[in-house]
């Protein structure tokens, strides 16, 4: 018997809901529980590193100055929104879901070498825009 180890990804939720997809992650059952993790520790700590930089550069946005916890929607919004808008930047293509938040990591640590060096002053706005949820 194998065992494959699982590492933490904060894109867990918009992958299990149909959001974006990526080439490391892996979905998993416990009793009824569908879960998602990463297969790669590499890149579970490359997107933990951008989901914590989007986070901070979010602040303002989210009216969150004290650091206190973010609701599901919150989180949700930033992490699906911030995808998007690194996608427009990264691919120069408009598009709903990511194909491979992987790969799309490696193509902004190629071109910008840190997370830090986005521009978030284009990125937020489009997070701002951006509607996790549509209403019917």
Do not use: W
Not at 31 to 45: L, M, P, R, T, V
Not at 59 to 75: D, I, M, R, W, Y
Not at 107 to 136: H, T
């Amino acid at each position: 018997m194998h065992s494959i180890n699982h590492f933490t990804c904060p894109f867990e939720h918009i992958i299990l809901r149909g959001k974006s997809h990526c080439s490391q992650s892996s979905k998993d059952c416990v009793a009824e529980k569908e879960f998602g993790a990463c297969i790669n520790k590499k890149a579970s700590d490359n997107c933990q590193a951008l989901y914590l930089e989007i986070r901070k550069n979010s602040k303002f946005l989210l009216k969150n100055h004290s650091g206190e916890a973010l609701s599901v929607g919150q989180q949700n919004k930033i992490k699906m929104g911030g995808l998007i808008a690194i996608n427009e930047i990264i691919n120069e293509e408009t598009a709903e879901e990511i194909s491979d938040i992987f790969l799309l990591l490696q193509q902004v640590k190629e071109e910008y070498e840190n997370y830090s060096n986005l521009p978030f002053n284009i990125i937020l706005p489009k997070i701002s825009k951006y509607k996790y949820r549509q209403r019917s």
